[in-house]
């Protein structure tokens, strides 16, 4: 199935009609054990996504499900607290949603976050890895389907979905921060089932630093439609057969709490110093 521009609008009007004229900046996707920012919002708008015309749930654990509306560092934010993924059952499309009904509200950048297994091996659980590029080549894009025009072109330019100058704007915050920040290839994986040790060794060989089963598709929805992007991983793990002990998620959660400080620091710094928007 495919939404139509209309629908897209429908949500974005139900918005609008909680948002009293507020009209964000940043969208902000925050993954697995990573939602707590969305509790730090000054003055929050906070909109269920069963709410909303069209949105679908988040079911993932550490995912609350929820729109938050206001001002964080500074920055008029909404921040999808909880985000969708395919392993739910949901299409790319379905996964992507909230990406384009942000779009209409008027959003111009999107701030992605992860936790997800390290492949380098230079890597330990625990860093923070800001995203320069990422590899999507299995199963469809979130494109797939007829085009809407009021969006993007069909044959979208991938050469920069991490849009450079935020990259620069992390690598100077971890700096000012006093931070170790990696940079690395996300490869994204539809999941829910971990990695083998074989597919970890096959994404190495293509040029991953970090493996997860999100963010690639709403960054290709973001590049789309025009949105600069910037993304973080939390390496949670080290990916599967990298260390003699099996995954687990509460390894993830805890990975994600653990790190709560120096992430939060870190994406409150990119905001607080996000150049103004271009007129
Ligand atoms: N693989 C895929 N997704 C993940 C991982 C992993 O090792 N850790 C956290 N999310």
Redesign the pocket.
Known sequence: MNYTYAQYEESAAYLRGKLNGFRPRVAMVL??GLGYLGDQVENPVIVPYGEIPHFKHSTAPGHKGQLVFGTLAGQPVAVMQGRMHHYEGYSYEEVSYGVRVLRLLGCDTLFVT?????VNFTFHAGDLMLITDQIKIFMESPLRGENLPEFGVRFPDASYLYTPALRELARRQARRLDMDLKEGVYMY?P?PQ??TPAE?RMARVLGAD?????TAPEVIVAGHCGMQVLGFT???????GMLPQP?S?Q??LD?AEAAREKFSALVLACLEHLPAEEA
């Open positions: 993954g697995s992860n936790a997800a297994g390290g994986f999941g971990y990695e970890i970090a493996v997860g089963m999100s939390l390496v949670a793990n080290m990916a599967a995954l998620e390894e993830v990975a």
